[in-house]
């Protein structure tokens, strides 16, 4: 695991999108894990931003997202495939036949889990996942005692997620009480992981998520043994680790990502 520490959020979700964005320059056909939540807000725009302005081109591109709620239909606008159509899906080349969300309306949603580990086999397994971290320590809707041999299931949601989701729903009492998630295990065997965390509410559990032991009560533990993970965190979410100065040399020493760090391109406000 690498932990990258960048001053403000801005700093972060910017190396996270040229991140991704190298990843597709390199490998047109990439697989792309993604994720969704206010966090990803950001790196969604500066993305869009990327294919506007600089062409960056998500054509061949094809994605998975990691969960979706149950009993949503796509068109519901807390769906997370409603938010992928809006925040990304509509603002670039991706075809739309390429994106993939689990179908949490699906008439047996066991099969429907195992339909999409058969998708995300079929298409070569997943080259780059980005990942957001849950203030119960969840990747995904992995909640905590979730197994780190988890695959692809119908979970239910935490007090804790439930909580910092609802605001999301004019209607609270809508809110789903269950999602289909990626498993613990789908999400390890993705050839890199990227997190990204931003702000104080994510300070603690960013801390133990890196630095405790590894545990289910905290998922996103599990990727302290991914052979390719980094982490983006903002000044604010990284506040609580101890290593602080140690990953801030490791990263200011790495030749790798001094092209990351030169200064970007002016881009013009999205005006649409």
């Not at 190396?15 to 990439?30: C, E, G, K, N, T």
């Not at 949601?157 to 613990?184: C, E, Y």
């Not at 104080?200 to 545990?215: F, H, Q, S, T």
């Not at 980094?230 to 609580?240: G, K, M, N, W």
């Amino acid at each position: 695991m690498q932990v990258i520490i960048r001053p403000n959020a801005k700093a972060a979700v910017e190396l996270v999108a040229q991140v991704i964005a190298a990843a597709l320059r390199d490998h047109p056909r990439l697989v792309l894990g993604l994720a969704t939540g206010a966090t990803m807000e950001a790196v969604y725009a500066r993305l869009s931003a990327l294919h506007r302005k600089e062409g960056l081109d998500f054509s061949a591109c094809h994605t998975f997202n990691l969960d979706e709620y149950v009993g949503l239909p796509a068109e519901h606008p807390n769906s997370y495939r409603h938010y992928m159509n809006r925040h990304l899906f509509s603002r670039v080349n991706l075809d739309l036949r390429n994106t993939h969300l689990p179908d949490g309306t699906a008439a047996d949603l066991a099969a429907e889990c195992q339909k999409y580990e058969a998708l995300i086999g079929q298409a070569g397994g997943i080259d780059l996942q980005l990942l957001g971290i849950g203030r119960s320590g969840h990747i995904g809707f992995n909640e905590p005692l979730s197994a780190i041999n988890s695959r692809t299931r119908v979970v239910w949601l935490a007090s804790a997620t439930l909580a910092q989701n609802v605001r999301h729903f004019k209607n609270p009492t809508q809110m789903p009480r269950q999602a289909i998630t990626m498993g613990v295990a789908t999400i390890m065997e993705c050839r890199r992981c990227l997190l990204l965390a931003t702000g104080p509410d994510k300070a603690e559990v960013l801390a133990r998520a890196i630095e405790g032991p590894l545990a289910a009560m905290v998922p996103a533990s599990a990727l302290q043994i991914h052979s390719d993970c980094i982490v983006v965190a903002d000044a604010s979410a990284a506040s609580r680790l101890q290593g602080k100065q140690d990953y801030e040399r490791a990263f200011q020493n790495d030749p790798k990502w001094q092209r990351f760090l030169q200064p970007a391109p002016a881009i013009a406000a999205d005006k649409r």
